[in-house]
């Protein structure tokens, strides 16, 4: 027999799903006016999934008459992977026409929501990302700069497949963003390429493409899962790893606490930085671009040895 607990979170989400959907439908309702009309002054509302996809979004849509951006996961400071739906963000759900995802199954935690939103658009930022590796199943691309600016320019190309109106005005401001991560990929490679320490300890595996354009080798990561504590017996598995292929630096993320670092930093005597993957920050267009410089600082002084 289903107890009174279960039956009650059972009402709860049925509920919320029935309204929800009633929602989705007059917003689906509302995009495809708004394509009949062919017009610049209906207004469409795009959503994103979380935080480095909303800075490239504001971009894209940057000075746009009508066109609105909101970020799905504004108020969380985790990791993506651990994102989970709330009333506030199936609203915003319901009240959008476009949903722009990193992909490579990065929000999984989406897929069950939006079949209750049949008529919502799904962009998908990772759909003409070219350094795939069918062996490695990482979808942080964002921190690579050049991963940046394949979703950039594939945001903008979909946004106007399904707005063609603004079309030329997606495309226009995604070419001035791309010349601005362009420049800071240069700048990045003139300053990292160079430095003598090549090895590096990442808290998780958010870092993988960004090491692979940098030619950094990550020798391990600190947490499997970003959000659950290494055992002991991984922690001294880390620790011998570390002196065993004399890592110096070991970079931990800013929304993790560090006390495992901190223990793995006593042991080996490696040095602990603060390298941010930007799944959080503020609600600014040069946001990523302001991360990322900070980042090189902070490579420049770690791998200066």
């Given at each position: 027999?289903?107890?009174?607990?279960?039956?009650?979170?059972l009402i709860f989400f049925s509920v919320l799903f029935f309204i929800f959907s009633f929602w989705s439908s007059a917003c689906g309702n509302a995009f495809k006016e708004n394509?009949?009309?062919?017009?610049?002054?209906?207004?469409?509302?795009?959503?994103?999934s979380f935080y480095p996809i909303y800075i490239m979004v504001l971009n894209i849509a940057k000075d746009i008459p009508n066109v609105s951006v909101e970020n799905l996961a504004a108020e969380y400071s985790g990791c993506p992977h651990d994102f989970q739906l709330t009333t506030e963000s199936m609203r915003k759900l319901s009240t959008a026409q476009i949903l722009v995802i990193n992909g490579l199954g990065l929000e999984t935690?989406?897929?069950?929501?939006?079949?209750?939103?049949?008529?919502?658009?799904?962009?998908?930022?990772?759909?003409?990302f070219t350094d795939r590796d069918s062996e490695i199943n990482n979808p942080h691309i964002w921190t690579s700069i050049t991963?940046?600016?394949?979703?950039?320019?594939?945001?903008?190309?979909?946004?106007?497949?399904?707005?063609?109106?603004?079309?030329?005005?997606?495309?226009?401001?995604?070419?001035?963003?791309?010349?601005?991560?362009?420049?800071?990929?240069?700048?990045?490679?003139?300053?990292?390429?160079?430095?003598?320490d090549r090895k590096i300890v990442t808290f998780h595996d958010a870092f993988y493409w960004f090491a692979k354009e940098f030619s950094l080798e990550v020798i391990a990561v600190v947490r499997k899962e970003p959000e659950e504590e290494p055992s002991a017996e991984e922690v001294a598995?880390?620790?011998?790893?570390?002196?065993?292929?004399?890592?110096?630096?070991?970079?931990?993320?800013?929304?993790?606490?560090?006390?495992?670092a901190e223990t793995i930093m006593r042991e080996t005597e490696a040095d602990i930085f603060?390298?941010?993957?930007?799944?959080?920050?503020?609600?600014?267009?040069?946001?990523?671009?302001?991360?990322?410089?900070k980042n090189l600082e902070v490579l420049k002084k770690a791998l200066a040895k």
């Open positions: 027999m289903m107890n009174i607990g279960k039956l009650k979170t394509k009949n009309n062919n017009s610049s002054q209906t207004s469409i509302k795009i959503i994103t935690f989406l897929e069950p929501a939006i079949k209750g939103f049949p008529e919502l658009k799904i962009i998908d930022s990772s759909k003409n991963g940046a600016i394949e979703q950039t320019k594939s945001i903008a190309d979909q946004l106007g497949a399904l707005d063609p109106i603004r079309a030329d005005a997606y495309k226009a401001n995604s070419i001035l963003y791309i010349q601005k991560l362009e420049a800071l990929k240069t700048k990045m490679h003139s300053e990292i390429d160079s430095l003598p598995s880390l620790i011998q790893t570390i002196r065993k292929k004399n890592v110096h630096n070991i970079f931990i993320e800013p929304q993790f606490p560090a006390r495992t603060m390298l941010d993957p930007v799944e959080n920050g503020q609600d600014n267009p040069d946001a990523y671009l302001e991360i990322m410089n």
